[in-house]
T-cell receptor
């Protein structure tokens, strides 16, 4: 079964800082990697996904995937108060015969801004 | 944006009680999922379904049944609730057309306490 490990467990940074979150996974056959954001009392919401080796940029978010090292990272530029949340890394694997996928989640990184 | 609703939002029951958690999605998605979220474990897949009448077992199915009555409605049943099932439960849905890369849309969650 796919294993997904995230680091750090938590981090606190000043507003405007660059934030880096890490995720390692165990199965090289994984199809895509997702990052979800979860605010307190809310369900997770997808932020960005990546399939191919390399990087993908969307606004203040950049994700890097290295399939050889089974590692993906999420970088948030110019962090804002609204970015304070738990960030979940999720690895997508196909469900044979169904035409869809399942996600295996890491335990999350709790990110807060210094008040 | 995809809409997934859950009811009730909070539920308290006693050990041995029967509980039904409800989930509805209004975006004609084929796939629906039930997860539980616990500190130290992250999000774990309980059951999922790829259409009305279909049910598949996830990673932590013991003590849970599920029914998919229509494309929109997915229910999670705890017939003899135990304190170990105290958790935050999320329902999610996804579309089949983006095979292997489908975003999952989550509901707001149901907090269940078993005394």
């Amino acid at each position: 079964q796919e294993k997904v490990q995230q680091s750090p467990e938590s981090l606190i940074v000043p507003e405007g800082a660059m934030v880096s979150l890490n995720c390692s996974f165990s199965d090289s056959a994984s199809q895509s990697i997702w990052w979800y954001q979860q605010h307190p009392g809310k369900g997770p919401k997808a932020l960005i996904s990546i399939f191919s080796n390399g990087n993908k940029k969307e606004g203040r978010l950049t994700v890097y995937l290295n399939r050889a090292s089974l590692h993906v990272s999420l970088h948030i530029k110019d962090s804002q108060p609204s970015d304070s949340a738990v960030y979940l890394c999720a690895v997508s694997m196909s469900l044979p015969g169904t035409g869809s996928n399942r996600l295996t989640f890491g335990k999350g990184t709790k990110f807060s801004l210094i008040p | 944006e995809a809409a997934v609703t859950q009811s009730p939002r909070n539920k308290v029951t006693v050990t041995g009680g029967n509980v039904t958690l409800s989930c509805r999605q209004t975006n004609s998605h084929n796939y629906m999922y039930w997860y539980r979220q616990d500190t130290g474990h992250g999000l774990r897949l309980i059951h999922y379904s790829y259409g009305a009448g279909n049910l598949q077992i996830g990673d932590v199915p013991d003590g849970y049944k599920a029914t998919r009555t229509t494309q929109e409605d997915f229910f999670l049943l705890l017939e003899l609730a135990s304190p170990s099932q105290t958790s935050l439960y999320f329902c999610a849905s996804s579309d089949a057309k983006d095979w292997g890369y489908a975003e999952q849309f989550f509901g707001p969650g149901t907090r269940l306490t078993v005394l």
